[in-house]
């Protein structure tokens, strides 16, 4: 059924709306966190902050209104991202938005583990119908991914936790973006073995504010 189609439940988004969506906010936000610490201004961190809160309801106002649909990934990320965003700006205390990508991380590969040990395929809610593999393969890929995130989380503390806040903003973007897309290229040798003849892979995109 085409997304045209009047009875389809909702509308695709084009690819450069989720792009602009995921990945604006976190730009923002690095030039924001630069330019104040090149300031020597001690709330950069803090005042950024605005990016993050900003780019979350931007995040959930195209799913509501472009697709009509809130998919579980972005909403999770942008619903962290005005807690924590907002809790920042609050208590102006940049703590709070540094352990965000933490707590998301955990998330998803809590998310990722439970569903593999239930049977389910949490792989494909987490990144969509990019992919049809043999179940075998599926959680073998859920397994690494949910290790990945697991990683992710252990290595956002310890660079917010021992490095600049400079450095854990660009840890953050486009730090863990680069590492995400790098783990998804390794993944593709096992993908391509098992893609049916008459599908090619296609690497899902990294989440939202992954950062």
Same mark, same amino acid.
């Given at each position: 059924m085409s997304p045209d189609d009047p009875y389809h439940p909702h509308r695709r988004a084009p690819p450069w709306v989720h792009w602009f969506v995921d990945y604006a906010g976190l730009v923002i936000f690095l030039l924001t966190l630069v330019t104040l610490? !090149?300031?020597h201004r001690p709330d950069a961190a803090v005042t950024a902050s605005w990016a993050i809160v900003g780019g979350s309801i931007l995040a959930l =106002?195209?799913?509501?209104?472009?697709?009509r649909r809130l998919a579980p990934m972005p909403l999770v990320t942008a619903v962290l991202g005005l807690i924590f965003g907002g809790l920042t700006l609050v208590f102006h205390d940049e703590r709070f938005i540094?352990?965000?990508?933490?707590?998301?991380y955990c998330l998803f590969g809590l998310f990722l583990t439970t569903g593999l040990v239930r049977?389910?395929? /949490? !792989?494909?809610? &987490?990144?969509?119908?990019?992919?049809? &593999?043999?179940?075998?393969?599926?959680?073998?890929?859920?397994?690494?991914?949910? =290790?990945? %995130?697991?990683g992710l989380a252990v290595a956002n503390e310890v660079v917010w936790r021992t490095q600049s806040t400079v450095v854990w903003g660009f %840890?953050? %973007? /486009?730090?863990?973006?680069? !590492?995400?897309? !790098? %783990?998804? &290229?390794?993944?593709?040798?096992? $993908? $391509?073995?098992?893609? /049916?003849e008459d599908?090619?892979?296609s690497q899902a995109p990294p989440p939202a504010d992954l950062p």
């Open positions: 610490s !090149l300031l =106002l195209v799913g509501l209104v472009w697709e540094k352990i965000k990508p933490t707590i998301l049977g389910k395929n /949490p !792989l494909k809610v &987490l990144m969509g119908d990019a992919f049809h &593999l043999p179940d075998p393969v599926v959680r073998t890929l859920t397994l690494r991914y949910a =290790l990945l %995130f697991f %840890f953050k %973007f /486009p730090g863990v973006a680069v !590492l995400i897309f !790098l %783990f998804a &290229l390794s993944q593709a040798p096992l $993908m $391509m073995k098992h893609m /049916p599908g090619e892979p």
